[in-house]
């Protein structure tokens, strides 16, 4: 099972994940954003990063392809990158589906770190072992399961994130607390995802993880148990579709908005559940732009 490490020190982390690794090589994969934003300060505060060669891809899932992937494949054999090396992805759910994808295939397995730089990203994307790509027109056609040897999640990584951006993967926290039960969701209710109380968010974000941490042991390769974490997901890419054809900026987070509202229906018409600050919370994200 991965290793899940919630705090706010990722250098020293990384460097103590680094250390005992002893990878021949170090290699970092991050879009276009996060080389600008993120990779710069982490680099500067790490010094087991001081010899990492970086590879970058555009950012924005309409990249995370067949052209990407092949990128990334051809950057690691450029560089000299074997099977004993270490890929570490920092970035949202693109960069963690993608890297894992080509750490998973590349000389038929190297070894990779989760750095998610999303709250969407912290509490789905990378965790879980999915990695993958779109294809065909079609998400994330091709892919494996692999987990990452390590998920180092902070949420200081998230304090340059819009609001839109900080309700999508709040809107998947708030699927799992309605997964794992009252005392969860109320905790979630609570708190104001925009707000960037660090130390409450990454309590919550712990718990939340632990929710798809303990459907994924039972069940790694989705045969069961482990689809219930797929709640609105039909609906929700229906609605990121629709985003996608009228030019919307902000797919990904209508996605889960319209995840969010079919899994709050569902329970409410099939279920008599009644939750009014649920719906009042819903109604909020819908205003964020």
């Known amino acids: 099972m991965q290793k899940l490490i919630f705090t706010n020190e990722v250098a020293r ?24 934003l993120v990779w710069p300060y982490l680099a500067a505060d790490c010094p087991a990063l001081s010899d990492a060669r970086l590879i970058t891809v555009p950012a924005g899932d309409i990249n995370k392809n067949l052209d990407s992937l092949s990128h990334i494949w051809s950057e690691l054999q450029k560089l000299g990158a074997n099977r004993h090396s270490m890929l570490i992805n920092v970035g949202g759910g693109m960069i963690t589906d993608i890297g894992g994808f080509a750490a998973s295939t590349f000389k038929r397995g190297m070894r990779f770190i989760n ?25 994330n056609e091709i892919g494996a399961f692999r987990e990452a040897e390590a998920v180092v999640i902070s949420t200081a990584m998230f304090s340059s994130l819009p609001d839109s951006e900080m309700y999508s993967g709040y809107a998947e926290m708030i699927k799992h607390g309605l997964l794992d039960g009252e005392e969860a969701l109320t905790a979630l209710l609570a ?15 712990e718990s939340s993880v632990g929710v798809k941490r ?38 990904q987070a209508m996605l889960w908005r319209g995840a969010l509202w079919w899994t709050w229906y569902l329970s409410h018409n099939h279920k008599e559940f009644s939750y009014s600050s649920l719906l009042a919370r819903l109604l909020a994200m819908c205003v964020i732009n």
Do not use: Q, W
Request: hydrophobic fraction near 40%; charge should be negative; include cysteine.
């Open 13 to 36: 982390e990384l460097s103590g994940l680094i250390a005992a690794a002893n990878p021949h090589g170090v290699y970092v994969l991050a879009d276009s954003n996060t080389a600008m």
């Open 115 to 139: 750095v998610p730089t999303t709250l969407l990203g912290a509490v789905d994307a990378s965790v879980g072992g999915k990695t993958g790509i779109n294809f065909g027109g079609l998400k």
């Open 191 to 205: 708190y104001n995802p925009c707000v960037h109380d660090f130390n409450c968010m990454l309590e919550l974000l």
């Open 214 to 251: 303990r459907v994924v042991a039972e069940d790694p390769t989705e045969k069961g148990l482990r689809k219930s974490l797929n709640l609105g997901h039909t609906a929700g890419h229906a609605f990121e579709s629709l985003a996608m054809e009228k030019g919307c900026a902000s797919a």
